[in-house]
C-alpha cells in the first residue's frame, strides 16, 4: 500500500516550530537536520530501519522531555535522523521507506524538500533545511540551530557561509512503496 508525503503538513509543521523545540522529540544544540527530520514525519515520510542506527531514517516512538536533564532513556534515532551529513548520505542512497532524488537546480523543488549545505566544499554536509515556500523558482527555507524562517536557501548573508559551499537539492518522493 503506497503512503503519500503530505508536502503541506510538513511546512506547517516548519511553521508551527521553527523557533522553539517541541517537547516530544529530542532537542540538540545543532538541531537542524533533527528539525527537519521531525518537518518529513510530520508529511508522513516513512520511518524505516531500526533498531539499527546507522540505517534507514528514524527514530523511536514516545518522546518525553522527561527530567529535563536533556538525556532520554531506551529511546534511540538512526545517525539520518539527526546528522546532516548521514541524511544526505540517506536520500541519496535510499530505495525504501523515505526516498528522494537529488536534482541539479533550486528551481526544480517544490514545497517539503529538503536542501543539505557543505559550507567548506570538502564533501562533509554541515546544515539541513527544508523548503516552505518558493517564490519565482527561488526556495526559501527554514530551519534550526539558528532558527529561522522564510530565509533565501543560499546562506550568502550567513556567518558559516564560504565562497566554497556546495548545495545538495533533494526532492522528497511523493509516493512511498
Not at 26 to 47: I, Y
Not at 105 to 130: A, K, R
Request: contains cysteine; glycine residues 8%; neutral net charge.
Amino acid at each position: 500500500m503506497p503512503i503519500y508525503y503530505n508536502r503541506h503538513a510538513a511546512v506547517q509543521y516548519a511553521r508551527t516550530w521553527w523557533n522553539r523545540k517541541n517537547p516530544n522529540y529530542p532537542a540538540f544544540s545543532v538541531d537542524c537536520t533533527n528539525f527537519v527530520s521531525q518537518c518529513l514525519r510530520a508529511g508522513g515520510a516513512p520511518m524505516s530501519g531500526a533498531p539499527n542506527r546507522g540505517k534507514g531514517w528514524w527514530i523511536t516512538d514516545g518522546w518525553r522531555s522527561g527530567s529535563g536533564n536533556g538525556y532520554y532513556a531506551n529511546e534511540t534515532w538512526s545517525y539520518s535522523w539527526s546528522v546532516s551529513h548521514s541524511m544526505r548520505l540517506y536520500l541519496e542512497n535510499a530505495k525504501s521507506g523515505l526516498t528522494a532524488k537529488r536534482v541539479q537546480s533550486p528551481s526544480e523543488l517544490e514545497i517539503g524538500d529538503v536542501i543539505c549545505y557543505d559550507f567548506q566544499g570538502n564533501g562533509v554536509i554541515d546544515h539541513t533545511t527544508i523548503v516552505t515556500s518558493m517564490v519565482d523558482g527561488v526556495p526559501y527555507i527554514h530551519a534550526h540551530t539558528v532558527d529561522s524562517a522564510d530565509r533565501h536557501y543560499d546562506y550568502s548573508n550567513s556567518y558559516a557561509y564560504t565562497p566554497n559551499t556546495k548545495y545538495y537539492f533533494f526532492k522528497i518522493d511523493d509516493v512511498f512503496y
